[in-house]
């Protein structure tokens, strides 16, 4: 889904042209398994210095692991040891201007923070959420006494995070997390949609 167009030009497109708007970004890289998407990726500016290894690839990675190989793989290749991590995903593709430096600065500012994350306010509280089990439903929250029961007025304010922007520290990267235990908000002030299906961009098209 991430070459699929979008405004005319391919999603992954969108992050780095975002990406390349910032005076804070040294380098641009892009991860992949597929050469297709690593020469359409240098079309828009993105450097792809490596291909994704196969133990790294599919649905089901979590993204620690492929952070942390491109850590690796760039200080090995620079020399250098890289301080801030920006993760752009291509399935955000309509951010609010200047989020890199919002969330770049507000870690900076919270030095126990270990990453920064964007988030939106939702309508959809996660006390009135459930999981099934078996034939019975069973609470999200189970810590608050029947909080599906709650009047709205009481719920307090919940957030969801979104795909616009994550920004994470080297350190938290080597304890083995990309976001660790103190993660700071970036609110945003948007619908967050993010682009995992065609009904979804058939939505964000009509925005």
Known sequence: KNIIHFKGIPLLAHSIIYAQKSVLIKDIIVSTDSEEFAIISNKFGGRTPFIRPKHLSGDTVEDYPVVNHAV??????????????????????????????????????????TSVRSVVRVKEHCYRQWFKEGDKLLP???????????????????FFQSGDIEIVKRSTILKGSISGKNIVPLFI???????????????????
């Open 72 to 113: 690796n793989f760039l200080e090995n290749e620079k020399k250098e040891k890289i301080d801030f991590i920006a993760l752009l995903r291509p399935t955000s593709p309509l951010r609010p201007q200047n989020l890199i430096e919002k969330a770049y600065n507000l870690l900076k500012k919270n030095k126990l923070g």
């Open 140 to 158: 999200f929250i189970s810590n608050v006494y029947e909080p599906y029961n709650l009047p709205r007025q009481k719920l307090p304010v919940s």
């Open 189 to 207: 002030n948007k619908k967050s949609i993010d682009i995992d299906s065609v009904d979804d961009l058939s939505k964000i098209n009509k925005i």
